[in-house]
């Protein structure tokens, strides 16, 4: 099989080389799929080894989430990780990514004081870690923020719907935009989209309500949590494949069983280490 055979024809993300596929994924990449009608994957990574394989496996996007926090720190919330950790993370992902583009969540407390703090924050990341966009929570009242954060050259993605870094405000992980909620879910989308976000993630939102926000705006959307008709879908990678132990979301489809196999082969492995059958001589010289 050709490389061109085994690769998705990727026409909404231009033809730049032979393959037909873009070097690097842009943010304009993202708009060429929403306008072709072509959707697009997302999938959180913290690490440069994770990275190099969602990269190689084609994903388009990678997520450096503030979710690090749970599934790698161990932190009940997504709240206690700050600016000097992620951008570990960050760091970590941009080297293993070849292709994909890499999107920084800006931590709880990192950005919402002012549009200037968003910017300093935001500085930092691509500077420092070489991240290629920050992704930032909340509603309408951030669009000064986007504002300036377009302006000083930072691309933003908007994340609406349910967002983990206000679960107080909120009162838990709840979906949002049931009833009279929905209508402030697409003012939300719009005002950040008008503000200069180049997509709008959406989390826990009912799938028609998503549906209209997708319709509504001119931009990407993406989804976890709110149905199929966004341009992209994000999930976070230890839920997907199933190294988390605790209850798994209804929005999430597991598509291995990495825990098992995990804990299978490192009891093999202790059991050849305290029975002697590891090292072996071809492990030896
Ligand atoms: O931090 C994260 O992983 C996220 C996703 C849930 C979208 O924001």
Not at 154 to 172: C, Y
Not at 270 to 275: A, F, K, L, N, Q
Request: aromatic letters at 6%; zero cysteines; charged letters at 20%.
């Amino acid at each position: 099989m050709s490389s061109a055979e085994q690769t998705p024809p990727y026409t909404g993300a231009g033809q730049d080389d032979a393959t037909h596929r873009p070097r690097r994924i842009r943010t304009h990449h993202l708009q060429r799929f929403k306008d072709a009608s072509e959707r697009f994957a997302m999938l959180t990574s913290y690490d440069a080894m994770t990275a190099a394989v969602f990269d190689e496996a084609g994903v388009e996007v990678l997520l450096v989430g503030d979710s690090a926090s749970s599934v790698v720190m161990g932190r009940k919330t997504t709240l206690p990780i700050t600016v000097d950790e992620l951008l570990v993370f960050a760091t970590s992902v941009v080297a293993g990514a070849q292709r994909a583009l890499v999107v920084v969540d800006l931590p709880f407390g990192s950005y919402e004081s002012s549009p200037q703090q968003a910017v300093e924050t935001s500085v930092r990341f691509l500077k420092e870690a070489g991240v290629a966009a920050v992704k930032l929570e909340g509603d309408a009242s951030l669009a000064g923020h986007v504002e300036a954060l377009v302006s000083a050259g930072i691309p933003v993605m908007a994340h609406v719907g349910f967002t983990p870094q206000s679960e107080h405000a909120l009162g838990g992980y709840r979906v949002q935009g049931r009833g009279e909620a929905r209508q402030k879910v697409i003012d939300d989308a719009v005002a950040l989209q008008d503000a200069g976000a180049f997509s709008v993630l959406m989390e826990m939102v009912p799938a028609e309500v998503a549906a209209e926000v997708d319709r509504t705006l001119r931009v990407p959307t993406i989804g976890i949590g709110a149905g199929s008709a966004t341009t992209g879908q994000v999930l976070v990678w230890q839920d997907m494949l199933g190294l988390n132990s605790g209850r798994v979301p209804r929005f999430v489809k597991q598509y291995a069983d990495l825990r098992s196999v995990m804990t299978q082969a490192v009891a093999t492995y202790r059991e050849d280490v305290v029975t002697g059958r590891f090292p072996g001589e071809e492990h030896s010289f």
